[in-house]
């Protein structure tokens, strides 16, 4: 997992090989997307954390 903080950018990888290559869901979280991640970490810096965790549990159902 790679996050950039300035450009609020997070991605996941999946060693393949002797190389990275970027994947668009979590293998260990199925169901778990990178703009879950991005949309909770920006939604705490505007609305605080715990309605940000509140909006990310309801997320994974």
């Known amino acids: 997992m790679?996050?950039?903080g300035k450009k609020a950018r997070l991605?996941?990888?999946?060693l393949s090989g002797n190389s990275y290559?970027?994947?668009?869901e979590s293998?260990?979280?199925p169901g778990m997307r990178p703009e879950m991640i991005e949309r909770a970490l920006q939604q705490s810096k505007t609305d605080g954390q715990t309605a940000?965790?509140?909006a990310f549990r309801r997320q994974l159902g």
């Open 11 to 14: 991605r996941f990888y999946q």
């Open 52 to 54: 940000a965790l509140d």
């Open 2 to 4: 790679l996050y950039d």
């Open 27 to 29: 293998n260990v979280l």
């Open 21 to 24: 290559c970027q994947i668009h």
